[in-house]
Protein backbone atom coordinates (compact mmCIF):
# COMPACT_ATOMS: atom_id res chain seq x y z
CA UNK A 1 0.00 0.00 0.00
CA UNK A 2 1.52 3.35 -0.89
CA UNK A 3 0.50 6.64 0.33
CA UNK A 4 1.73 10.42 0.00
CA UNK A 5 3.84 10.90 2.82
CA UNK A 6 5.59 14.32 1.79
CA UNK A 7 4.45 17.64 -0.15
CA UNK A 8 6.40 20.59 -0.95
CA UNK A 9 6.42 23.21 -2.97
CA UNK A 10 9.22 25.55 -3.86
CA UNK A 11 8.16 29.02 -4.71
CA UNK A 12 11.51 30.21 -5.86
CA UNK A 13 13.22 28.20 -8.04
CA UNK A 14 16.73 26.80 -5.85
CA UNK A 15 15.55 28.82 -2.62
CA UNK A 16 14.32 26.55 0.25
CA UNK A 17 10.93 24.64 0.01
CA UNK A 18 7.79 24.18 2.06
CA UNK A 19 6.27 21.29 4.04
CA UNK A 20 2.50 21.12 3.25
CA UNK A 21 -0.02 18.89 4.83
CA UNK A 22 -1.97 19.40 1.28
CA UNK A 23 -1.70 21.23 -1.95
CA UNK A 24 -3.75 22.32 -4.90
CA UNK A 25 -2.41 21.02 -7.92
CA UNK A 26 -3.02 21.97 -11.82
CA UNK A 27 -1.91 21.70 -15.56
CA UNK A 28 1.57 23.35 -14.03
CA UNK A 29 2.20 21.52 -10.42
CA UNK A 30 1.54 22.41 -7.44
CA UNK A 31 0.52 26.09 -6.88
CA UNK A 32 3.20 28.49 -6.87
CA UNK A 33 5.66 25.83 -7.03
CA UNK A 34 8.34 27.39 -8.59
CA UNK A 35 6.88 30.39 -9.83
CA UNK A 36 9.51 32.70 -9.01
CA UNK A 37 13.17 32.60 -10.19
CA UNK A 38 16.34 34.26 -9.28
CA UNK A 39 18.00 35.90 -12.17
CA UNK A 40 21.43 37.71 -12.74
CA UNK A 41 21.67 41.27 -14.78
CA UNK A 42 21.16 39.58 -18.18
CA UNK A 43 18.10 37.23 -17.00
CA UNK A 44 19.98 34.41 -16.90
CA UNK A 45 18.51 32.13 -14.38
CA UNK A 46 20.65 31.36 -11.09
CA UNK A 47 20.52 28.13 -8.74
CA UNK A 48 22.00 26.41 -6.09
CA UNK A 49 24.72 25.07 -8.64
CA UNK A 50 26.18 28.07 -8.68
CA UNK A 51 25.28 29.89 -5.11
CA UNK A 52 24.67 27.32 -3.02
CA UNK A 53 23.61 29.64 -0.68
CA UNK A 54 20.34 29.96 -1.93
CA UNK A 55 19.03 26.79 0.04
CA UNK A 56 19.38 29.22 3.08
CA UNK A 57 16.93 31.41 1.99
CA UNK A 58 13.29 30.48 3.55
CA UNK A 59 10.24 31.36 2.03
CA UNK A 60 6.76 31.54 3.79
CA UNK A 61 3.29 31.92 2.53
CA UNK A 62 1.55 34.69 4.48
CA UNK A 63 -1.38 36.67 4.33
CA UNK A 64 -1.31 37.02 0.82
CA UNK A 65 2.11 37.75 0.37
CA UNK A 66 5.43 35.31 -0.59
CA UNK A 67 7.61 36.55 2.31
CA UNK A 68 11.48 35.73 2.34
CA UNK A 69 13.81 35.85 4.55
CA UNK A 70 17.42 33.79 5.40
CA UNK A 71 17.65 30.80 7.93
CA UNK A 72 20.55 32.19 10.02
CA UNK A 73 20.34 36.07 10.24
CA UNK A 74 17.65 36.75 12.21
CA UNK A 75 13.99 37.89 11.57
CA UNK A 76 14.75 40.81 8.79
CA UNK A 77 12.59 39.52 5.88
CA UNK A 78 11.08 41.22 2.51
CA UNK A 79 7.67 40.33 0.92
CA UNK A 80 5.72 39.68 -2.93
CA UNK A 81 2.50 39.54 -3.42
CA UNK A 82 1.55 35.90 -4.06
CA UNK A 83 -0.62 37.46 -7.37
CA UNK A 84 2.28 38.91 -8.96
CA UNK A 85 4.14 41.94 -8.70
CA UNK A 86 1.49 44.74 -8.81
CA UNK A 87 3.81 47.22 -10.52
CA UNK A 88 6.05 45.29 -12.05
CA UNK A 89 7.73 45.51 -15.43
CA UNK A 90 7.67 43.02 -18.39
CA UNK A 91 11.98 41.59 -18.16
CA UNK A 92 13.23 39.05 -20.52
CA UNK A 93 14.99 35.89 -18.90
CA UNK A 94 16.21 32.31 -19.65
CA UNK A 95 16.27 29.13 -17.73
CA UNK A 96 17.80 26.20 -19.98
CA UNK A 97 17.08 26.83 -23.62
CA UNK A 98 14.19 28.87 -22.53
CA UNK A 99 13.10 32.56 -22.87
CA UNK A 100 10.10 33.36 -21.40
CA UNK A 101 8.54 37.00 -20.30
CA UNK A 102 8.37 37.12 -16.70
CA UNK A 103 7.66 40.25 -14.56
CA UNK A 104 10.28 42.07 -12.48
CA UNK A 105 9.76 42.06 -8.31
CA UNK A 106 9.99 45.44 -6.31
CA UNK A 107 13.49 47.03 -6.00
CA UNK A 108 13.64 46.59 -2.20
CA UNK A 109 13.13 42.67 -3.01
CA UNK A 110 16.42 42.61 -5.27
CA UNK A 111 18.49 45.06 -3.35
CA UNK A 112 17.64 42.49 -0.15
CA UNK A 113 18.15 39.30 -1.85
CA UNK A 114 21.39 40.59 -3.38
CA UNK A 115 22.63 41.25 -0.05
CA UNK A 116 21.83 37.91 1.43
CA UNK A 117 23.46 35.91 -1.60
CA UNK A 118 26.42 38.20 -2.39
CA UNK A 119 25.67 38.38 -5.93
CA UNK A 120 23.65 41.23 -7.97
CA UNK A 121 20.37 39.48 -8.68
CA UNK A 122 16.86 39.84 -9.35
CA UNK A 123 13.62 38.34 -8.36
CA UNK A 124 10.88 37.42 -11.10
CA UNK A 125 7.46 36.46 -11.59
CA UNK A 126 5.96 34.14 -14.39
CA UNK A 127 2.35 34.77 -15.07
CA UNK A 128 0.50 31.17 -15.80
CA UNK A 129 -0.13 32.43 -19.20
CA UNK A 130 3.45 32.79 -19.89
CA UNK A 131 4.17 28.96 -18.78
CA UNK A 132 6.96 26.92 -20.81
CA UNK A 133 5.51 24.39 -22.63
CA UNK A 134 7.28 20.61 -22.51
CA UNK A 135 9.90 19.64 -24.46
CA UNK A 136 8.84 18.02 -27.63
CA UNK A 137 11.18 15.11 -26.58
CA UNK A 138 9.14 14.24 -23.77
CA UNK A 139 6.02 16.89 -23.27
CA UNK A 140 2.79 16.00 -25.09
CA UNK A 141 1.11 18.97 -26.57
CA UNK A 142 -0.53 21.21 -23.92
CA UNK A 143 1.75 20.42 -21.16
CA UNK A 144 3.91 23.21 -19.31
CA UNK A 145 5.35 24.26 -16.57
CA UNK A 146 6.65 27.48 -14.95
CA UNK A 147 10.33 27.42 -13.71
CA UNK A 148 11.08 24.18 -13.08
CA UNK A 149 13.41 22.77 -14.89
CA UNK A 150 11.76 20.19 -17.42
CA UNK A 151 8.63 19.22 -16.02
CA UNK A 152 5.92 20.00 -13.83
CA UNK A 153 6.30 17.58 -10.70
CA UNK A 154 8.65 15.27 -9.46
CA UNK A 155 7.64 12.59 -7.02
CA UNK A 156 10.22 9.93 -5.00
CA UNK A 157 9.52 7.14 -2.74
CA UNK A 158 10.63 6.43 0.59
CA UNK A 159 11.77 2.70 -0.17
CA UNK A 160 14.48 4.54 -2.91
CA UNK A 161 16.12 6.95 -0.59
CA UNK A 162 16.56 3.48 1.64
CA UNK A 163 17.68 2.04 -0.79
CA UNK A 164 20.74 4.34 -1.52
CA UNK A 165 21.44 5.18 2.23
CA UNK A 166 21.71 1.41 2.82
CA UNK A 167 25.07 2.24 0.34
CA UNK A 168 26.05 5.52 2.11
CA UNK A 169 28.24 6.02 5.57
CA UNK A 170 26.27 8.92 6.08
CA UNK A 171 22.45 9.28 4.99
CA UNK A 172 21.08 11.69 3.55
CA UNK A 173 17.72 13.04 3.88
CA UNK A 174 14.92 13.55 1.33
CA UNK A 175 15.19 17.14 1.06
CA UNK A 176 18.32 16.80 -0.92
CA UNK A 177 16.57 15.83 -4.08
CA UNK A 178 13.77 18.54 -3.54
CA UNK A 179 10.54 16.70 -4.32
CA UNK A 180 6.75 17.71 -4.81
CA UNK A 181 5.28 14.55 -3.70
CA UNK A 182 6.62 11.87 -1.39
CA UNK A 183 5.01 8.36 -0.99
CA UNK A 184 5.91 5.67 1.27
CA UNK A 185 5.57 1.97 0.48
CA UNK A 186 6.55 -0.14 -2.52
CA UNK A 187 10.06 -1.30 -3.46
CA UNK A 188 12.67 0.87 -4.43
CA UNK A 189 12.43 2.87 -7.66
CA UNK A 190 9.41 1.58 -8.63
CA UNK A 191 8.40 4.76 -9.29
CA UNK A 192 11.05 4.68 -12.14
CA UNK A 193 8.26 3.21 -14.54
CA UNK A 194 5.38 4.38 -13.42
CA UNK A 195 3.66 5.76 -17.03
CA UNK A 196 0.27 6.69 -15.13
CA UNK A 197 -1.05 6.85 -11.66
CA UNK A 198 -3.30 7.95 -9.52
CA UNK A 199 -3.38 10.11 -6.13
CA UNK A 200 -6.30 9.74 -4.59
CA UNK A 201 -9.06 9.87 -7.56
CA UNK A 202 -6.54 12.24 -9.20
CA UNK A 203 -4.88 10.55 -12.47
CA UNK A 204 -1.42 11.68 -13.01
CA UNK A 205 0.98 11.15 -16.18
CA UNK A 206 4.73 9.84 -15.43
CA UNK A 207 7.12 11.37 -17.80
CA UNK A 208 10.45 10.46 -17.28
CA UNK A 209 12.98 9.59 -14.83
CA UNK A 210 14.59 12.78 -13.24
CA UNK A 211 18.79 13.32 -13.97
CA UNK A 212 20.85 14.28 -11.08
CA UNK A 213 23.49 17.18 -10.84
CA UNK A 214 25.72 17.88 -7.86
CA UNK A 215 22.63 20.22 -6.27
CA UNK A 216 21.67 17.13 -3.92
CA UNK A 217 25.26 17.27 -2.79
CA UNK A 218 24.28 20.32 -1.10
CA UNK A 219 22.97 20.13 2.80
CA UNK A 220 19.73 21.98 2.40
CA UNK A 221 20.28 23.26 6.25
CA UNK A 222 23.77 24.52 6.19
CA UNK A 223 24.51 24.79 2.28
CA UNK A 224 27.77 22.92 2.95
CA UNK A 225 28.52 20.93 -0.36
CA UNK A 226 29.23 17.29 -0.25
CA UNK A 227 30.53 14.85 -2.72
CA UNK A 228 27.60 12.29 -1.66
CA UNK A 229 25.14 11.34 -2.62
CA UNK A 230 25.69 11.55 -6.51
CA UNK A 231 28.54 9.16 -6.34
CA UNK A 232 27.06 6.85 -4.73
CA UNK A 233 24.27 7.06 -6.88
CA UNK A 234 26.29 6.95 -10.23
CA UNK A 235 27.75 3.55 -8.99
CA UNK A 236 24.69 1.90 -10.04
CA UNK A 237 21.94 4.71 -10.87
CA UNK A 238 23.41 5.47 -13.91
CA UNK A 239 23.21 5.04 -17.85
CA UNK A 240 24.56 7.00 -21.00
CA UNK A 241 22.13 9.49 -20.45
CA UNK A 242 22.41 10.70 -16.47
CA UNK A 243 22.20 9.51 -13.32
CA UNK A 244 18.75 8.80 -11.71
CA UNK A 245 16.56 9.31 -8.95
CA UNK A 246 12.99 10.47 -8.71
CA UNK A 247 9.97 10.58 -11.63
CA UNK A 248 9.29 13.52 -13.21
CA UNK A 249 5.21 13.77 -13.64
CA UNK A 250 2.34 16.13 -14.47
CA UNK A 251 -1.56 16.30 -14.05
CA UNK A 252 -2.83 14.17 -16.86
CA UNK A 253 -4.35 16.09 -19.64
CA UNK A 254 -7.76 16.74 -19.30
CA UNK A 255 -8.04 16.05 -15.44
CA UNK A 256 -9.85 19.25 -13.57
CA UNK A 257 -7.46 21.07 -10.91
CA UNK A 258 -7.70 19.24 -7.66
CA UNK A 259 -6.22 18.87 -4.02
CA UNK A 260 -3.74 16.22 -2.73
CA UNK A 261 -3.56 15.46 0.60
CA UNK A 262 -1.09 13.71 3.27
CA UNK A 263 -2.43 10.19 3.23
CA UNK A 264 -3.72 10.00 0.14
CA UNK A 265 -3.20 6.09 -1.47
CA UNK A 266 -0.94 6.11 -4.62
CA UNK A 267 -2.84 3.58 -6.91
CA UNK A 268 -2.86 2.28 -10.67
Not at 105 to 115: H, I
Request: aromatic share 8%.
Amino acid sequence: MKQISGIYIYPVKSLGGIALEEASIGLHGLTYDRQWMVVDLKGMFITQRKVPQMALIEPALQAGQLVLKHRHRGEESVSTPLSGPTEGTPVAVQVWNDEVTAVACADAVNEWLSDQLGTFCRLVYLPAQNARPLSEAYGQSGEATLFSDSCPLLITGEESLQDLNSHLAEPVPMSRFRPNLVFSGGTAFEEDNWQSFRIGQIPFRGIRKCTRCKVINIDQTTAAVNREPLEMLAQYRRDAKGIYFGLHASLALGQSPGKVSMGDFVGF
